[in-house]
């Protein structure tokens, strides 16, 4: 009687693990990883290096500093998450906007 129990538990256990969500199961080796997109930091520290050679009425530092301040824990920016449409256009926009009122305006 024991012997069929545990047959049957065990049964039961592979049927679930069979049954698990992928995510469940630890990555192997070749395993497909989800590609990250970037933060608002890393998008507007590429956006003003392509602006190499522009006058800016702000050290690419200060704007890093200040856009860093409004990205939100989950990489949020202007309502937006990174890998969302439309996250580094707003990001850039909020740099020009930046640049061209010559400071951080927002609160």
Request: aromatic letters at 4%; a positive charge; glycine letters at 10%.
């Amino acid at each position: 009687m024991k012997g069929i129990a545990l047959t049957a538990l065990t049964g039961l256990a592979a049927l679930a693990l069979a049954a698990a969500p992928s995510e469940a199961v630890a990555p192997t080796h070749g395993a497909r990883l989800q590609q990250s997109c970037p933060a608002a930091p890393a998008v507007a520290n590429a956006y003003l290096r392509a602006q190499a050679g522009k006058k800016l009425t702000m050290t690419r530092g200060e704007i890093i500093s200040a856009i860093t301040k409004e990205t939100g824990a989950d990489g949020s920016f202007a309502g937006l998450t990174p890998c969302q449409a439309g996250y580094a256009n707003a990001v850039r926009f909020w740099i020009d906007e930046v640049l061209k009122a010559g400071t951080n305006n927002s609160p």
